[in-house]
């Protein structure tokens, strides 16, 4: 309804600037002379054109807008659109019932049904007639086995499948042999195209849980240390993508297996990539647990690019873990190699710099904090700051572990000479060597001794 309603509305709106560009284009016109055409039939053409497109785009704009609300935003069809936003920040199955519970059975009447195919086994059936019926059971155990292919489709009133919409009493979702029924008495009443958005959070939901359940289970028993490490090192990229314009080198060393050190780039589009890095309060198994958290929410979010929804999406998944004591910093960049320049949220990171070339050498232009920690304070407003990148700059974000590295006499290294030394003779060289040259002088200012903190660093160099 709601694609067929847009089609509509653009081309109603092309026809009617069209029709009246002709009608404007009659009148105004100036008649031709004995001399031939005035200079103006071809202005007020142009200018006539450009009016009516700008004014035609403008109320298309905002009749899309009606017709949006009052297809996917109004009527039976916000029951499933305020389901899709709940389901959004759900990261166990207690949370999935809570939302099915407070939204679907009490504000939809609905009734439902989950079963993991893979162990034949009912996760959550609602406290009705339909859902406890033995006839019901019998006919989707039937009906939809563990070999049924992932998608959505619509129930009839015999809880069989059924291709007209217009009859459908619910519907049943599958993704990876977990079975979602819905049945519903006025299904044929939501917008059809909502169906789509709500498969895909369920299947980003289903990825979600696989994630915090693997670490879970592997946390529960401490023999499996290594194995919960090796899962964790598959959030982080497994190699550098290779970005126009953008060269890049990172370096990953937990304090011990497992760490709340965490870094990602996500190139966007040709031009735009997204550098985060962050650390999690604390060490061990709940530090890890936030850390993938934290990676997988940034993942499924679709606009990257808003980059204040970004870090609210992450503020309030690692609120609803309910983990005392438990917040991250973090830092999120959005390096545009076209238009040159950064735009970024710095949640109370305290090192990210940029090194700019100049002829007196290498400048150091601080990246400052704009932003509170993330997960245990109220975010507030949140302010996206700007920097315009030049050929040759080198983008540096790392974590504490770095620049709290101590000497003997408790000097910390981000506090001397010597570290910004070597960040500015490293600037001119490959990101890898910059890297290399601060991992060999974080060894030799500690002494070789054993570090007390993880260590995890980024260094982007950009227009190469």
């Known amino acids: 309804m709601y694609k067929t309603r847009k089609k509509f509305v653009f081309a109603l709106v092309v026809a009617v600037a069209i029709i009246l560009f002709v009608l404007l284009a009659l009148f105004l016109l100036p008649v031709?002379?004995?001399?031939?055409?005035?200079?103006?039939?071809?202005?007020?053409?142009?200018?006539?054109?450009?009016?009516?497109?700008?004014?035609?785009?403008?109320?298309?704009?905002?009749?899309?807008?009606?017709?949006?609300?009052?297809?996917?935003?109004?009527?039976?069809?916000t029951l499933l659109n305020n389901f899709i936003d709940k389901l959004r920040f759900c990261y166990s199955l207690e949370d999935f019932y809570e939302v099915i519970a407070d939204t679907l059975e009490k504000q939809g009447d609905c009734s439902v049904i989950l079963v993991d195919r893979s162990k034949n086994y009912t996760l959550y059936n609602s406290p009705t007639r339909l859902c406890n019926a033995e006839t019901t059971k019998n006919k989707l155990n039937q009906n939809y086995t563990d070999s049924w292919e992932d998608g959505f489709f619509f129930l009839d009133r015999h809880i069989g499948v059924t291709s007209n919409y217009k009859k459908a009493r619910g519907f049943f979702m599958?993704?990876?042999?977990?079975?979602?029924?819905?049945?519903?008495?006025?299904?044929?009443?939501?917008?059809?195209?909502?169906?789509?958005?709500?498969?895909?959070?369920?299947?980003?939901?289903?990825?979600?849980?696989?994630?915090?359940?693997?670490?879970?289970?592997?946390?529960?028993?401490?023999?499996?240390?290594?194995?919960?490490?090796?899962?964790?090192?598959?959030?982080?990229?497994?190699?550098?993508?290779?970005?126009?314009k953008l060269k890049i080198a990172?370096?990953?060393?937990?304090?011990?297996?497992?760490?709340?050190?965490?870094?990602s780039i996500l190139p966007i589009d040709q031009n735009k990539t997204l550098l985060m890095l962050g650390d999690v309060s604390g060490k061990g198994l709940p530090a890890a647990l936030i850390m993938g958290l934290v990676m997988n929410t940034v993942k499924i979010v679709e606009d990257k690019e808003d980059l204040v929804g970004?870090?609210?999406?992450?503020?309030?998944?690692?609120?609803?873990?309910?983990?005392?004591?438990?917040?991250?910093?973090?830092?999120?960049?959005?390096?545009?190699?076209?238009?040159?320049?950064?735009?970024?949220?710095?949640?109370?990171?305290?090192?990210?710099?940029?090194?700019?070339?100049?002829?007196?050498?290498?400048?150091?232009?601080?990246?400052?904090?704009?932003?509170?920690?993330?997960?245990?304070?109220?975010?507030?407003?949140?302010?996206?700051?700007?920097?315009?990148?030049?050929?040759?700059?080198?983008?540096l974000i790392a974590t504490d572990g770095v620049s709290e590295v101590m000497d003997d006499d408790g000097v910390e290294l981000g506090d001397t000479d010597l570290y910004k030394k070597t960040i500015i003779a490293g600037a001119a060289?490959?990101?890898?060597?910059?890297?290399?040259?601060?991992?060999?002088?974080?060894?030799?200012?500690?002494?070789?001794?054993?570090?007390?903190?993880?260590?995890?660093?980024?260094?982007?160099?950009?227009?190469?």
């Open 32 to 77: 031709k002379t004995n001399q031939g055409k005035s200079i103006y039939s071809l202005i007020v053409p142009a200018l006539l054109f450009l009016v009516v497109v700008f004014w035609a785009d403008r109320i298309k704009s905002l009749v899309m807008i009606q017709v949006r609300h009052k297809t996917l935003e109004s009527g039976e069809t």
């Open 310 to 395: 970004l870090i609210h999406a992450v503020d309030k998944a690692i609120k609803g873990m309910h983990l005392q004591d438990k917040y991250t910093v973090l830092f999120l960049g959005l390096v545009d190699t076209e238009k040159m320049k950064i735009r970024y949220i710095n949640a109370s990171m305290s090192d990210p710099i940029i090194l700019s070339p100049s002829p007196d050498g290498y400048r150091l232009k601080p990246l400052t904090s704009n932003a509170s920690v993330v997960g245990i304070l109220e975010m507030g407003d949140v302010t996206v700051a700007e920097k315009r990148l030049f050929r040759g700059d080198c983008i």
């Open 429 to 464: 060289k490959s990101p890898q060597e910059m890297v290399n040259d601060i991992v060999d002088l974080i060894w030799k200012y500690n002494g070789d001794k054993k570090l007390h903190d993880d260590v995890t660093m980024m260094i982007a160099k950009v227009g190469y």
């Open 250 to 263: 990172t370096y990953f060393r937990p304090l011990v297996n497992v760490s709340g050190d965490y870094f």
């Open 174 to 244: 599958c993704c990876e042999k977990q079975h979602f029924y819905v049945f519903c008495r006025y299904t044929r009443l939501f917008d059809i195209d909502v169906y789509s958005r709500l498969f895909e959070e369920y299947k980003r939901f289903i990825s979600r849980l696989k994630t915090v359940t693997t670490l879970s289970e592997i946390s529960a028993t401490t023999k499996e240390w290594e194995q919960l490490a090796e899962t964790q090192q598959s959030f982080l990229p497994q190699k550098i993508p290779n970005i126009p």
